[in-house]
């Protein structure tokens, strides 16, 4: 690796020294910081290449930064040194504190007004272009991987319980009842979740086309408000709760902690990410079959919000600005990702969303979804294009949403515990989320 | 009596002690002052704005009901893992200092967990213990114990203290070792031939005369317990569940990696050295007094 890097630096002295600027044609370096660990890390950079071969100018440099959070907190600490990337990717729930970047980052709109490339944004998933985009719709960063939640059940358990294995209950009503069936059947589980504040608040606001926040969720403006403390909320967090108590639900840790548990057999039903896909289909012993998330009934259900990453656009520091043809490289590179063949050849290889209508287009003209292992891969897709996107559903915008996931956590964790009930959860998940909302409101005043 | 050496002149004595002097300049003066400095300000995560805030930052972490209890929860983590580590390591020495068979090898198996990384070592502990995948998680839970750390915060915590306890058993049976071994065999021959049984031996001979080394570790022990324990509280319960195993020092990694609060996370690092530096004292003034050297 080295030494290879010590030759070509060698090779570019030699042709720089050798006057011949025509035939030793420069390709710009565009730097990249990535969060996806093996095996999707090496898929990205498998894209990135194919870019870097589809032209000569340029040539984008994939590295690994760690998990998202410890991408974006590199990636801050880079800009305040001044080298920061030129692309970085970051995960969604760090979107609204990018989005008060001021001049960290250049928007996507504006990186292609100044190089006259064009991306179709209407081509994009409503659901999906709409989590990136500003209040007024200008998109702000390129969405790339993203995905939803849906729900994972054990077929197996299913049958074993007397319960029909090709029909999921689509209310949490219908839930419960098979709940109990599979608490009598065995000593599995019944649920478990995964990302539980994502799945059990922020997607089940959105398909229940509840607010999470004032002001549109957060996009409005700085000055929103948590409005979580909600009679829908309330009852299902009572009801969390309450399974727990009886065996039921079962709460399976922080983040993905809880993910390991379905393809162990250990639980039948398991909310998480539709990017869990893949690990299931190799690691489970057992039918599996995939549904929508569920909602409380007297309600239609809306369109799920998405998880997962896009792509931002940063200066190199304070006073230092992307370079003309950085930014022409990153837009060509934004184009190409856009490609239909492109997003939807990820979109298959992957597990992630389509992000393109053209791109699921031809994942279909593939045959994709006909072939019997990817049974129920459309299943996130149709979830996420269900209803019209409304205010609640279209995504979330929140400044120091990390810390406040964090807070939703830990309330969360003390009234399982019984620590406290779940109405005073929901006013201390208020509380204190609040006020992580008026600091980062007072920190990006000017 | 004590000896004193005077040099001549004053650019040697400067010089010799030059590079100690560079080491706590550059190494603690200036990342302290730079925390200090911090404290009074609030930014933004990318350092374009910024304003000098006074004292609000310490204002807001003293009205954070949060923040007591996580001092609470420093308080019991620290003297647990102090107090255990300590009566363990101690336990251990007075035994492996006896002629037994093998006493070398117990001596170095006992020393081995020092080598062992926090990290590495609360991974080991989740692969014991994880209510799901560890052998004695699901012991304890075949056997009616209802064990999951994961929302249970007592459990959580005694986990983590055992686990940062488990660590520094070594560092301390090391040092007790050598202790116990320049206690001159006279005097406890002496106390034995005056009739003293070994437990009345250890109490009254070995243990008074132990009590600088003991000392030494204490103030080891808390400063370990405070700072180094960070990577494994992230590793086995990531400060949860809630807040249960949050300490001064996990928080102030929360509020500024995570959270990117640096003002308030700076604020924090700056309560902590106090609180340390206070401890210090605390024990070089009122316990040293009662360590005989």
């Given at each position: 690796m080295h030494r290879r890097t010590l030759m070509a630096s060698a090779a570019a002295l030699g042709l720089a020294g050798s006057f011949r600027p025509a035939l030793a044609q420069q390709r710009t370096e565009i730097q990249f910081w990535h969060g996806l660990s093996q095996p999707l890390g090496g898929m990205l950079e498998a894209v990135v290449k194919e870019f870097n071969d589809s032209q000569t100018r340029y040539t984008i440099v994939p590295s690994y930064r760690g998990s998202y959070p410890e991408t974006m907190v590199a990636a801050i600490a880079a800009f305040r040194a001044g080298q920061a990337p030129a692309v970085v990717q970051m995960f969604e729930v760090g979107t609204g504190t990018m989005m008060n970047a001021g001049r960290a980052i250049i928007p996507t709109y504006q990186l292609l007004a100044n190089t006259g490339v064009t991306i179709n944004w209407d081509d994009f998933l409503p659901g999906v272009r709409g989590y990136y985009a500003a209040a007024d719709g200008k998109q702000m960063s390129m969405p790339f991987n993203s995905s939803t939640a849906i729900t994972y059940y054990n077929k197996d358990a299913f049958r074993a319980a007397g319960l029909n294995p090709d029909q999921f209950p689509e209310t949490w009503g219908g839930i419960e009842e098979a709940m109990r069936k599979l608490k009598a059947a065995g000593p599995m589980a019944p649920l478990s979740v995964a990302w539980p504040t994502w799945t059990q608040m922020e997607q089940f606001s959105a398909i229940h086309d509840i607010p999470?926040?004032?002001?549109?969720?957060?996009?409005?403006?700085?000055?929103?408000?948590?409005?979580?403390?909600?009679?829908?909320?309330?009852?299902?967090?009572?009801?969390?709760?309450?399974?727990?108590?009886?065996?039921?639900?079962?709460?399976?840790?922080?983040?993905?902690?809880?993910?390991?548990?379905?393809?162990?057999?250990?639980?039948?039903?398991?909310?998480?990410?539709?990017?869990?896909?893949?690990?299931?289909?190799?690691?489970?012993?057992?039918?599996?079959?995939?549904?929508?998330?569920?909602?409380?009934?007297?309600?239609?259900?809306?369109?799920?919000?998405?998880?997962?990453?896009?792509?931002?656009?940063?200066?190199?520091?304070?006073?230092?600005?992307?370079?003309?043809?950085?930014?022409?490289?990153?837009?060509?590179?934004?184009?190409?990702?856009?490609?239909p063949d492109v997003a939807g050849k990820w979109h298959m290889d992957t597990g992630?969303?389509?992000?393109?209508?053209?791109?699921?287009?031809?994942?279909?003209?593939?045959?994709?979804?006909?072939?019997?292992?990817?049974?129920?891969?459309?299943?996130?897709?149709?979830?996420?294009l269900r209803g019209a996107t409304t205010e609640n559903t279209r995504g979330i915008r929140l400044g120091g949403f990390v810390q406040i996931r964090d807070i939703w956590q830990e309330e969360m964790e003390k009234s399982f515990q019984g620590q406290q009930t779940p109405q005073q959860a929901l006013v201390a998940m208020t509380t204190r989320g609040n006020q992580v909302l008026r600091n980062f409101e007072r920190a990006n005043r000017g | 009596m004590r000896k004193k050496v005077i040099f001549?002149?004053?650019?040697?004595?400067?010089?010799?002690?030059?590079?100690?002097?560079?080491?706590?300049?550059?190494?603690?003066?200036?990342?302290?002052?730079?925390?200090?400095?911090?404290?009074?300000?609030?930014?933004?995560?990318f350092g374009l704005s910024r304003d000098f805030v006074g004292f609000a930052n310490f204002a807001e972490i003293f009205a954070d009901p949060n923040y007591l209890g996580v001092v609470w929860n420093t308080v019991v983590f620290s003297g647990s893992v102090a107090f255990s580590a300590l009566a363990v390591a101690l336990f251990l020495a007075v035994q492996a200092d006896k002629a037994i068979r093998g006493a070398d090898a117990y001596k170095t198996l006992l020393i081995w967990p020092y080598a062992v990384a926090p990290a590495i070592a609360a991974v080991?502990?989740?692969?014991?213990f994880h209510p799901q995948i560890g052998l004695?998680?699901?012991?304890?839970?075949?056997?009616?114990?209802?064990?999951?750390?994961?929302?249970?915060?007592?459990?959580?915590?005694?986990?983590?203290?055992?686990?940062?306890?488990?660590?520094?058993?070594?560092?301390?049976?090391?040092?007790?070792?050598?202790?116990?071994?320049?206690?001159?065999?006279?005097?406890?021959?002496?106390?034995?031939?005056?009739?003293?049984?070994?437990?009345?031996?250890?109490?009254?001979?070995?243990?008074?005369?132990?009590a600088p080394t003991g000392f030494f570790l204490l103030v080891v022990n808390i400063v370990y317990a405070f700072f180094d324990t960070f990577g494994t509280i992230h590793a086995l319960t990531q400060g949860g569940?809630?807040?249960?195993?949050?300490?001064?020092?996990?928080?102030?990694?929360?509020?500024?990696?995570?959270?990117?609060?640096?003002?308030?996370?700076?604020?924090?690092?700056?309560?902590?050295?106090?609180?340390?530096?206070?401890?210090?004292?605390?024990?070089?003034?009122?316990?040293?007094?009662?360590?005989?050297?």
């Open positions: 999470l926040a004032t002001l549109g969720n957060g996009f409005g403006g700085l000055n929103t408000e948590l409005s979580i403390n909600n009679e829908l909320m309330l009852r299902h967090l009572t009801n969390l709760t309450n399974w727990q108590k009886d065996g039921l639900f079962k709460y399976g840790g922080r983040n993905n902690a809880g993910e390991p548990a379905f393809p162990a057999g250990e639980c039948a039903i398991m909310q998480t990410s539709s990017g869990f896909r893949a690990r299931v289909q190799r690691e489970a012993r057992f039918g599996w079959g995939v549904a929508m998330l569920p909602f409380y009934e007297g309600r239609r259900p809306a369109n799920s919000i998405i998880g997962g990453a896009s792509f931002w656009v940063m200066n190199n520091g304070p006073n230092a600005p992307r370079s003309e043809a950085e930014q022409k490289g990153i837009a060509d590179f934004f184009a190409f990702l856009a490609k992630y969303l389509p992000i393109t209508k053209t791109g699921f287009e031809y994942a279909k003209s593939t045959g994709f979804y006909r072939k019997p292992e990817n049974v129920g891969a459309e299943v996130p897709i149709e979830q996420m | 001549k002149g004053v650019a040697l004595p400067y010089l010799l002690l030059l590079p100690q002097l560079l080491i706590t300049a550059v190494f603690f003066f200036w990342p302290a002052g730079q925390a200090i400095y911090g404290s009074f300000l609030r930014e933004d995560a080991l502990w989740l692969f014991m004695f998680g699901r012991l304890l839970n075949g056997m009616g114990v209802p064990w999951d750390y994961k929302l249970n915060g007592n459990q959580a915590m005694l986990l983590v203290i055992v686990a940062a306890a488990w660590k520094q058993v070594s560092y301390n049976f090391i040092f007790f070792l050598a202790g116990l071994q320049s206690i001159p065999r006279s005097v406890l021959e002496a106390a034995a031939i005056d009739g003293a049984r070994p437990t009345r031996r250890f109490w009254t001979v070995v243990f008074p005369l132990l569940p809630g807040q249960a195993t949050t300490t001064l020092i996990y928080r102030v990694y929360l509020d500024g990696v995570q959270n990117l609060n640096f003002g308030s996370s700076a604020a924090q690092s700056v309560i902590l050295m106090a609180i340390v530096i206070a401890l210090t004292a605390i024990q070089f003034r009122f316990i040293e007094r009662k360590v005989h050297y």
